[in-house]
């Protein structure tokens, strides 16, 4: 008992100790005074100009997110926020391909399967193989491998969804209930092919029996309207390839696939002739620093989307003025506040990148190449990444204050995030913080949507902001005369504060917890 008391008074002294940092920071700089610069009129003229017709949805790499673009930059001039990557360069290029829906046909041994019917991929894909290798779940961590014993060199492997588990109902990799990363769909996939190609494999055939219908539901969407998959252009094509199969088609490789998962040499000749054209597509990021005065090799990124989805087929433009035209206004008029603090010599300790990415419509492009093939900054000195996603509308399904916000990340790295968003709310704002979304169960799964991911995925503490979709969410009625300005005033001046106190704290952020 006596150790339980003694534990309680720790927790206590610490919270009170962090709350200290909270007041003494503000107290010795000030971010009261500044925050005021955050306005509804001004955060309104900039928004009917940036989600007016004019801008024309802006479309990742079409004439109206070219617009876009300039606009940001353009005013990062006129408040002396210098470009990220020195002298006049706010822009990062982000090479991008779409890859249209491939043409061709595929055979097992004598049998000719139909793609879209029997089974479905979207890039160009060929390869003669004399043998099917399949793997069981395709899965290789700690001590457990599916490839062990097996060389995949040049090979085509045979993969199904899942992981395994025990006669007790218990996982093998985690040994709990609690299932891994490997039945994440959001990582599974790129889980299985990144380990597939790293054994020298060509090409993976798949089955994934539940998220099948959404692969085709996709495919079906890009097959009617003659689109196609936007990705990031590779440097040097590796010639790897996957495949999607229905459960039929999996069965006709290997009739017991649902209930044997030993690894085995399936001795049936394959042959996939598909091939598909490729359009470039020219986009950027918009980045630009205000550097730390105490700490400037340490980094504090704010983060929205600059793009949108463009115009529909009968000529109506998707606005986009919650998403994510409210964002990428909200981190102008956060800009001009900490640029403000910085002219009367009280600049933020650590540095603030302000990050607009593009291509989050597309899959989150523009911030997976900031993270993952060309960081302007450190990644291992990125302290957080703050996320604004849709901040000016209010969620018809949600219940309760309209003064709310939903959260999402805030805990999933780092405790020590969580608690000061809390204790800065509760200083400054006291809006209603709702972490309805912020549960691993969601089903919509907006922890993986929205360009804070890939940041979190590479261990950077995180947190969402997001308002939560309505009835206008990626249609035309998307418009800035539906906004709630005094909403996206409260919501930007809560990122202002936070942002303020982690790049003025003494010690970065502890991540301490790993991320799902």
Not at 259 to 275: A, E, G
Not at 381 to 394: E, F, K, P
């Amino acid at each position: 008992m006596k150790k339980v008391a003694l534990l309680i008074v720790g927790l206590v002294l610490g919270c009170n100790s962090s709350q200290k940092t909270v007041e003494e920071t503000v107290e010795k700089i000030g971010s009261e005074t500044y925050v005021e610069s955050i306005t509804e009129v001004d955060l309104k003229e900039h928004l009917y100009t940036y989600a007016s017709d004019e801008f024309e949805g802006r479309e990742t790499g079409q004439p109206g997110q070219k617009k876009a673009v300039a606009y940001i930059k353009a005013y990062y001039q006129k408040l002396g926020i210098p470009a990220a990557k020195g002298g006049d360069d706010y822009f990062q290029k982000v090479p991008l391909e779409v890859m249209k829906l491939p043409v061709g046909s595929m055979s097992i041994e004598d049998t000719e399967y139909v793609l879209g019917e029997d089974f479905l991929t979207f890039s160009s894909n060929q390869g003669s193989f004399e043998e099917i290798l399949y793997v069981g779940y395709g899965i290789e961590e700690g001590d457990y491998s599916d490839y062990q014993n097996i060389d995949v060199v040049d090979k085509l492997v045979l993969v199904k969804a899942g992981e395994p588990m025990k006669e007790d109902g218990t996982y093998v990799l985690s040994g709990t209930t609690e299932a891994s990363a490997w039945s994440n769909m959001s990582e599974a996939i790129e889980k299985r092919n990144e380990l597939a190609k790293s054994k020298g494999a060509k090409g993976m055939l798949y089955l994934d029996a539940q998220n099948y219908p959404r692969f085709k539901r996709y495919f079906d969407y890009m097959k009617l309207n003659d689109s196609g998959q936007m990705s990031i252009k590779k440097e040097e094509e590796d010639g790897f390839f996957q495949i999607f199969l229905t459960d039929g088609m999996a069965k006709s490789i290997l009739t017991d696939i649902e209930t044997n998962s030993k690894p085995t040499v399936i001795d049936k000749t394959t042959k996939v002739d598909l091939k598909a054209d490729n359009n470039q597509v020219d986009s950027e990021n918009v980045a630009a620093i205000l550097k730390g005065s105490k700490k400037p090799d340490e980094y504090v990124v704010l983060s929205s989307h600059l793009d949108h989805i463009g115009v529909t087929a009968d000529g109506q433009v998707n606005n986009g003025a919650d998403d994510d035209g409210s964002g990428t206004v909200a981190l102008l008029e956060i800009a001009e506040a900490f640029k403000k603090a910085a002219d009367a010599g009280h600049g933020p300790e650590r540095s603030i990148v302000f990050l607009h990415v593009t291509g989050e419509e597309k899959g989150l492009l523009g911030s997976q190449y900031y993270t993952d093939q060309e960081p302007i900054f450190p990644l291992a000195q990125t302290v957080a990444n703050l996320n604004i996603d849709m901040i000016g509308r209010i969620d018809p399904k949600r219940e309760g204050d309209r003064n709310y916000i939903y959260l999402i990340g805030s805990d999933k790295l780092s405790t020590e995030l969580h608690e000061l968003s809390e204790e800065v709310n509760e200083k400054y704002m006291n809006i209603e913080l709702d972490y309805t979304y912020n549960d691993e169960n969601d089903p919509n799964r907006f922890y993986y949507r929205s360009d804070h991911y890939n940041f979190a995925k590479n261990n950077i503490p995180i947190i969402f902001y997001f308002n939560g979709t309505h009835d206008d969410y990626h249609r035309p009625g998307d418009t800035p005369d539906k906004i709630n300005y005094d909403l996206l005033q409260n919501r930007s001046r809560l990122v202002f504060h936070t942002a303020w106190e982690i790049a003025n704290r003494e010690a970065r952020l502890i991540v301490d917890k790993t991320a799902p």
